[in-house]
């Protein structure tokens, strides 16, 4: 097996401080730097060291105009090499293997949210076959939920799992008529369900 070349590249607004490789290092660019006891000192390029989220995703630390920021190295690969602009969930990136440590370029894909919910039948909840529903142990019930601008919203919980599935399908088809108003939404959903 070929080892891949390592190609770096800038990362857009942080043009001459950072760059990241094709296969999801981040190195830090050698430049003049204000020292602490006054004057100015010449940093080294160095590759920076990286550690993992909550969610299972390689974090990295970059500093612009003294701010410092942690970011998820998959979305800096996307927005470096794929031209993702960032939009909330309609796009998301997406490992095509599944392994969220595999940051390689080749493993990165832009996809719908819902996309990725479902993709290959690998389910992220690990409890349902079904978008947007989950089981809730503490309530042995299956949740169905979505989210619309932002928010997320509750559905409701249900014995059934096709029952909340039904109740997800339900709510995707009428989410133009949500107005920030969860308990109202739920209503009127289950309304139209129970009519079906």
């Known amino acids: ?3 891949e ?20 290092n981040v190195k830090s660019l050698s430049r003049l730097r204000k020292h602490y006891a006054g ?29 410092s920021k942690t970011h998820q190295i998959h979305k800096l690969m996307a927005i470096t090499f794929l031209n993702h602009i960032p939009c909330g969930h309609k796009l998301v990136v997406d490992h095509i293997n599944n392994k969220p440590l595999d940051n390689r ?20 909840n690990l409890t ?19 989210r619309i601008n932002e928010s997320f919203i509750n559905i409701g919980s249900y014995k059934d799992e096709k ?11 009428n989410k133009h008529i949500y107005k920030s ?10 309304e139209i369900h129970n009519q079906c």
């Open 105 to 124: 370029i080749e493993n990165l894909q832009l996809i719908s949210h819902r996309e990725n919910l479902t993709k290959d039948g690998f389910r992220r």
């Open 1 to 3: 097996m070929s080892k």
């Open 163 to 173: 029952v909340a599935s039904e109740i997800y399908d339900i709510a995707v088809a």
């Open 5 to 24: 070349t390592e190609l770096f590249k800038d990362i857009p607004n942080f043009k001459d401080l950072y760059q990241i490789s094709n296969l999801g």
């Open 128 to 146: 349902s076959d079904y978008a947007g529903v989950c089981w809730v142990k503490r309530d042995s019930k299956w949740r169905a939920s979505l």
């Open 39 to 67: 004057g100015f000192a010449r940093t080294k390029e160095k590759i920076l060291s990286n550690c993992i989220d909550n969610n299972g995703y390689y974090l990295v630390n970059l500093t612009s105009n003294n701010k």
């Open 181 to 190: 108003n969860n308990s109202e939404f739920r209503k009127i959903i289950n």
